[in-house]
């Protein structure tokens, strides 16, 4: 098991390798246990309660696998803010990688109610999230939206389907250094505002460096996920716009993480299509 601060400092995130406990996970995301909506919420809120909605994926297979949520500055939100929930199913599960369903809602009006697909790497103890291609469930808090949550959950576990076809896509498509470079240099637009002159502080070259052997073939799969684990955990030593040496930081909010993942997914995924 894993408690680390990856999305703030003061919020930390608990991953385990086994199911997640409500009491392992109202320790760190208390949000998730909202017994009503925030008081600044109107009557025409319609309330969505992560915690019964986790039972209810329970009861379905579905197991929680990681729990994190957002700072707060003011202390009546923390029992509402936004939270996140990585859910796997035990037909999902397998010795490499393993298909995840990423639940985002909040109890304060911050954030509807989100399912996104996802998958999660063992070797690299780093999840990647996948873009609009795929799955991205929506329901907003107005309505009704009882039926609309496990519905959503199955209908991001189909598109895992074409997850599988997107990997193996990306691990038949070979790059060359200079291939690679150009990926890497638009990746590294997704995380650090590059517009101008001003470069970012960290070169092609550092993301592209593996962290562990496997990771070395020249093929797009493992070229993507050199590149994601490098801009997600950072820890890379980089120079600053005025020439200051600087070490880079890990993504650490739920939001941010979110969306440099998904655009790290869809600038991979789209590549197959003009390499053919």
Known sequence: MQLASRFASHSPTLRSDSPLSDDQIRRVAPSIFA??????????YAYIPTAAVLAELRKEGFEPFMAAQTRVRHDDRREYTKHMLRLRHASQINGAEANEIVLLNSHDGTSSYQMLAGMFRFVCSNGLVCGDTVADVRVPHKGDVAGSVIDGAYEVLRGFDRVKESRDAMRGITLDDGESEVFARAALSLKFDTTGSKPAPITESQILMPRRFDDRRPDLWSVFNRTQENLTKGGLTGRSANGRRQRTRPVQGIDS????NRALWLLA????QLKT
């Not at 017994?35 to 025409?44: F, G, Q």
């Not at 995924?269 to 197959?272: A, K, N, Q, W």
């Open 257 to 260: 993480d979110v969306r440099l």
């Open 269 to 272: 995924d789209g590549l197959p």
């Open 35 to 44: 017994d009503a909506p925030h008081e600044s919420r109107s009557e025409r």
